[in-house]
């Protein structure tokens, strides 16, 4: 009987320590950090990014009033896409629009986002966690 105990307190250990393990996954951790909408900041402030948790994404340019007296009557414009980490980067791919590969970088307790096309540090773009 007090082997049975034994045996089986050891398997829910082993159960638990496994089941402990397959949770904590830093790239899911990391994929967390993206999951949500994210608003540009510099230097363009009109592009919104929602990452969701399935892989895709939805990016939004805005154009408002002020910016239409120059650019003309430009209508908003949305696309959908989808968004993984693969070797420490971020790969964006809306089919027909872009296919990017960017170095990331995050701030502020997660809250801010600079991303730019990988290998460059002179292109980047400031986005802010809504």
């Known amino acids: 009987m007090k082997k049975q105990v034994i045996i089986i307190a050891i ?3 082993l159960i638990s320590a496994g089941l402990t393990l397959l949770m904590y ?4 951790t990391e994929k967390n950090k993206f999951i949500g909408i994210w608003k540009s900041f510099e230097p ?4 919104t990014y929602e990452f969701f948790s399935n892989g895709t994404m ?4 805005f154009i408002d009033s002020y910016k239409k007296q120059f650019f003309g ?3 908003n414009y949305s696309y959908l896409g989808t968004w993984e980490l693969k070797n420490g980067k971020l790969i964006m791919n ?6 990017s590969t960017l170095d990331y970088n995050f701030s502020n307790n997660d809250t801010i986002l600079i991303i730019a096309p990988s ?5 980047n773009l400031t986005l802010i966690k809504q």
């Open 94 to 99: 809306a089919s027909g629009i872009f296919n």
């Open 58 to 61: 939805k990016a939004t340019s």
């Open 119 to 123: 290998g460059t540090s002179d292109q």
């Open 44 to 47: 363009i402030d009109t592009l």
């Open 73 to 75: 009557n430009l209508s």
């Open 25 to 28: 996954n830093p790239l899911n």
């Open 11 to 13: 398997v829910i250990f």
